[in-house]
């Protein structure tokens, strides 16, 4: 009767979807959480807090369709329900804290990605991995297209995070070969909106977060190289339109609007009416000097594309720091 007991329960508990999300508790995974809980979909999060925040999912808490476990993806995990889909997420992102961590981010790439493809191949369910632009390190190519390997320096500072990604699409891709998995993989350009970090040390938080307190804002170069921003809703959607894809290969989500560092410093102070002065920093090892995304994949594959402009995503994004600092 206990065994019958159990297995009621765990009917119950399936709605449309059981999904695993690790990193559930992250700027990028909370956000997902919420969405996919929107639909009739249990989600299990899985975090340890080293970068994630329980602010973050708060909210979601006492939602009976949601469970938080507080564990280190990088140490095996054994689930009981079955599941439809995992979901890799759980990643030191930031340069502050992959250069503060970089044995952890290592650890999350390599070990992590292996013990999920473990609990997805257990468990026959699809696998999602959350790679990023940085596989394609400075790259020599823009903008950046699925087919291009990178320029990645695999001894420098920032490769424990961008090898520990490529390592995980190469392990990714090991798993649906040899035990057939069925596997998604989006490389993630910059993304920023509500629930980012105030010291998270990227680019966008970091504008924003100096100029509400009226600090000098720092560029670390010239400020004539360029990034993407593509806001987090627009990403979102890509991810979500990638899980009821059947397309296996890598994609690149990002918004393919392009803007010197420098410009985005001046908009954030306009934005914000802030008096701060901006000021120049030597360029750290391997930054690139160019990241866009080729989207093409996206737009013919997934109907996706970006909608939300740089302007308004800031705006949204001030106001949510303006009740942070």
Known sequence: MSGLRKNILRISKKKDMNILITGGAGFIG??????????????????NFITGS???????????????????ISQPLFI???????????SLASPRHYLHHPIKTLKSGLLGTHNCLGIAKAKNAKF??????EVYGDPQVHPQN??????VSITGPRSCYDESKRAAESLTYAYMRQHNLNVRVVRIF???????????GRVV?????????G???????????????????DLIEGILKMMSCSYNMPINLGNPSEFKVIELAKKVIELTGSSSKIKFFPLPQDDPKKRRPDITKAQRLLGWHPEISLEDGLRKTIEYFKRKV
Request: aromatic residues 12%; contains cysteine; glycine residues 6%.
């Open 30 to 47: 909370s956000h997902l959480c919420k969405r996919l809980l929107e639909g009739r979909n249990f989600v299990i999060c899985v975090d």
């Open 54 to 72: 329980k602010d973050n999912i708060a909210h979601l808490l006492d939602n009976p369709s949601f469970r938080l476990l507080n564990h280190d």
């Open 80 to 90: 009981e329900e079955d599941i439809d889909w995992v979901m890799h997420f759980a």
């Open 128 to 133: 999602f991995l959350a790679s990023t632009s």
């Open 146 to 151: 699925e087919e291009y390997n990178g320029n």
């Open 190 to 200: 910059n993304t920023y909106g509500p629930l980012m970090h105030p010291d998270d």
């Open 205 to 213: 938080s970091n504008f924003i977060v100096q100029a509400l307190r």
């Open 215 to 233: 600090k000098d804002i720092t560029i670390y170069g010239d400020g004539t190289q360029t990034r993407s921003f593509c806001y987090i809703d």
